[in-house]
């Protein structure tokens, strides 16, 4: 097959289940982005989008798209390759596209497609970032509806009223929670593209280091070499802190040695091994961290989220699931 039988047989696939989207809540557009948009693609190439919702049910959408369309093993990631949606960008439509840094992401913006969503949406998103061109709703591939679908947007309507704000907080938090684990799992180099925030969510993992080489941290003010194997350099989102906890002395005050059998508190004492760049307040402007690497902090017992990578358990905690710094 040639190179533009390999583009139009892409195409008739994504077209083949993009309509899917018009029947998730809260999803207002959706533009094809990647080496479909700039005709560049090849026979693996998956279906990339950007997926513009609600302002204010972002995290809602996200968690509706990525389990349905893994329900339905129409979705891509990092550990699992090959033909479907690569879900990895989020935006709320009153938000703004990233103005383009290079050539590529130029050409990117410039070839964005819509698929999915309303003239009028889609035309006051592209516009407010810079990305509208003439011409672009000629393309026969775009599903021109007027409005959503009346089903679809009952559902919004039950959804608000049943978990409103709350809900989309909870949404937020857990998911704020995986991509945080998610950056370790998988690597996040300089390279990486990693955005959260209200009204974001962009994941472009990037490793560059080679199996088995290692990160660099601080144990007891010591420099040593933590091995993770596949994993790269640790790169926390936001104001994610990650910890190597310290276990407690095995021994009680009475002088009595405890098994290793018996049951063990979870610790609330560590190491900070890296820590993310920080949270964005509400006038977009990022707050340092508090903490660095090396220190040695309290955090809440049961706040941080753990983690296993090798065979070794770690803690990830947000800013706020620190108590205080231990100083010698």
């Given amino acids: 097959m040639d190179q533009k039988g390999i583009f ?20 207002d557009l959706v533009l094809v982005s990647g080496s479909l948009a700039t005709g560049d693609a090849h026979r693996n190439s998956d279906w990339d989008v950007i997926v513009g919702t609600r302002p204010g049910r972002m995290y809602t959408a996200r968690f509706f798209c990525l389990g349905i369309f893994r329900l339905l093993g129409l ?9 479907g949606f690569c879900l990895n960008h989020f935006i709320a439509t009153d938000a703004r596209l990233d103005a383009p840094e290079d050539a590529y992401a130029r050409a990117l913006a410039a070839s964005l497609v819509p698929v999915v969503g309303t003239r009028e949406a889609i035309g006051e998103f592209l516009t407010a970032s810079g990305a509208m061109r003439e011409g672009i709703f000629a393309n026969v ?23 409103g704000a709350w809900g989309e907080a909870l949404m937020r938090r857990i998911q ?29 993992f990037r490793p560059k280091k080679a199996p088995g080489e290692s990160v ?12 993770l194997g596949t994993m790269m350099t640790i790169k926390p989102i936001a104001d994610r802190v990650f910890l190597d ?12 040695v405890l098994p290793d059998t018996a049951e ?6 560590g190491r900070v091994l890296a820590v993310g760049a920080g949270k964005r307040n509400d006038r977009g402007e990022l ?30 905690a947000d800013e706020a699931d620190i108590l205080a710094i231990l100083e010698s």
């Fill in 216 to 227: 660099r941290a601080l144990d007891h003010g010591k420099k040593q070499d933590i091995l």
């Fill in 141 to 163: 591939r775009y599903r021109y509806r007027k409005e959503k679908i009346p089903l679809v947007a009952c559902a919004e309507t039950l959804f608000d009223f049943a978990f």
């Fill in 75 to 83: 979705r891509t990631h990092i550990a699992a390759r090959g033909r």
């Fill in 176 to 204: 704020e929670r995986r991509i945080a684990a998610q950056s370790i799992r998988f690597g996040a180099s300089s390279e990486s593209r990693i955005s959260v925030s209200e009204s974001r969510v962009e994941l472009c």
């Fill in 287 to 316: 707050n340092p961290m508090s903490v660095k690497v090396g220190d040695l902090v309290l955090f809440k017992k049961y706040g941080p989220d753990e983690v296993e990578l090798d065979g070794k358990k770690y803690l990830v």
């Fill in 8 to 27: 139009d047989h892409a195409w008739h696939g994504l077209l083949g289940k993009v309509w899917i989207f018009e029947w998730i809540p809260f999803v």
């Fill in 245 to 256: 906890a310290m276990e407690e002395d095995r021994m009680t005050k009475s002088g009595i």
């Fill in 264 to 269: 063990k508190e979870r610790p609330v004492k």
